[in-house]
């Protein structure tokens, strides 16, 4: 990633997100790309969003305690109710040498609901 392109969200993972293995459950880093991509849906569109689909994850590099995780979105596509999202993970290793390696990236798929959750247009 370039350097002046900021995160929607930046995390250093501690111990209590960690599995048997030591490094940090899978589960986590979804819950963040959820949120950063959430992040971006809000500069985007002004109504409630919910979360219906996480395209092609696929973990190419683990995560450790210490690590500054960068969570970075780009806007791909808007529909009549829904907003893609792609996310990027990056995780600068909190021990040295203190490389970034990218751990991962998804389209998350967003769709836009009233107070009933039913769908409705992203701009009214």
């Not at 111990?15 to 959430?38: C, H, K, M, R, V």
């Not at 971006?40 to 210490?66: D, N, Q, Y």
């Not at 969570?71 to 829904?82: A, L, N």
């Not at 600068?92 to 039913?118: F, L």
Request: glycine share 8%; with cysteine.
């Amino acid at each position: 990633m370039n350097d002046d392109y900021q995160p929607a969200i930046r995390v250093v993972m501690m111990p209590a997100d960690t599995n048997p293995l030591g490094t940090i459950f899978g589960g986590i880093i979804l819950s963040y790309i959820d949120q950063a991509g959430t992040v971006e849906g809000r500069k985007r569109c002004s109504k409630r969003l919910v979360t219906v689909a996480m395209h092609e994850v696929k973990f190419i590099a683990p995560v450790f305690v210490g690590d500054l995780v960068s969570f970075y979105t780009e806007w791909v596509r808007s529909g009549h109710t829904s907003i893609t999202v792609r996310v990027i993970v990056d995780a600068k290793r909190g021990n040295t040498p203190h490389e970034t390696v990218r751990v991962t990236q998804a389209e998350v798929v967003y769709v836009a609901v009233d107070s009933n959750g039913h769908p409705v247009p992203i701009h009214d």
